[in-house]
């Protein structure tokens, strides 16, 4: 298995930058798919990516003149909204796993299952901590979730 690079954008205007850029560098290749494929391949798969890719294919509509300004502006309003939304669910995600992390801490346990105010909605939260040494994914199971707002988080 090879190592891939993550991809990383502080936000949905540095993306757009990448993404513009390298449209522009794929344009000199007279837009050939094997290109971007060839390109994209150094990069984990996940949502940004699909992302990421999504926003250099609208760049590439447009600078082979297939679509109009107002078209392109309008696809990457609806990328902004997909970036947006998996940004805050990210960022959720992270909250949620670290108040959880800090309950744990309070109670000074490492394993077993606490009880916590949710960071999102301020309803009852709990999670769980599995030590799980022959688990080849992970050696710690997590579980956790809340009952007011229906968030889940496992790994």
Not at 116 to 145: D, M, Q, W
């Amino acid at each position: 298995m090879t190592n891939k690079e993550v991809l990383d954008f502080e936000d949905f205007d540095e993306l757009k930058i990448a993404a513009y850029k390298v449209a522009l560098i794929w344009k000199g290749f007279e837009f050939k798919a094997n290109w971007l494929d060839g390109y994209l391949n150094k990069y984990a798969n996940g949502s940004l990516a699909s992302i990421y890719k999504n926003v250099i294919l609208s760049y590439k509509l447009y600078l082979a003149g297939e679509t109009t300004e107002e078209d392109g502006k309008k696809a990457l309003e609806k990328h902004e909204e997909k970036f947006n939304k998996l940004d805050g669910m990210l960022n959720n995600i992270f909250l949620f796993q670290d108040t959880m992390r800090k309950a744990f801490l309070e109670r000074k346990m490492k394993f077993g299952s606490v009880s916590f105010v949710c960071p999102i909605c301020g309803g009852e939260a709990y999670g769980s901590k599995i030590e799980t040494p022959t688990n080849p994914a992970h050696k710690t199971t997590l579980r956790a979730g809340c009952q007011g707002c229906g968030f889940i988080v496992m790994n």
